[in-house]
């Protein structure tokens, strides 16, 4: 089993930044896509970003480029999601997510997840 938990949620005013971080243990893949979900209140979980195993390529939902960013630290088995600009709409809790494959991630689903993280803008 592969065990995920996310940190760095919480707070934050309109127009400011968060940075999440999930770090992976237990029977990861030897080579594994990495991304982000979040899910807001009375809606379904959705796709927010993915990095494939080596970082060389990332993924992101159209409501979040250009402000979110994705990266990932394979010493630490470590993923992060920094937020800047942020928006009353990116209220939700966070979940990453582990796959072998980054598009299944970016397809919207993931073998593998955490229990989420809660962030919430103010407006």
């Known amino acids: 089993q592969v065990q995920l938990v996310e940190s760095g949620g919480g707070l934050v005013q309109a127009g400011g930044s968060l940075r999440l971080s999930c770090a992976a243990s237990?029977?990861?893949?030897?080579?594994?896509?990495m991304g982000w979900f979040r899910q807001a209140p009375g809606k379904e979980r959705e796709f927010v970003a993915a990095?494939?195993?080596?970082?060389?390529?990332?993924y992101f939902a159209d409501s979040v480029k250009g402000r979110f960013t994705i990266s990932r630290d394979n010493a630490k088995n470590t993923v992060y999601l920094q937020m800047n600009s942020l928006k009353s709409e990116d209220t939700a809790v966070y979940y990453c997510?582990?796959?072998?494959?980054?598009?299944?991630?970016?397809?919207?689903?993931?073998?593998?997840w955490g229990q989420g993280t809660q962030v919430t803008v103010s407006s």
């Open positions: 237990g029977r990861t893949p030897s080579r594994y896509a």
């Open positions: 997510a582990v796959d072998q494959l980054t598009r299944t991630i970016a397809g919207g689903t993931s073998e593998y």
């Open positions: 990095i494939t195993w080596n970082g060389g390529s990332t």
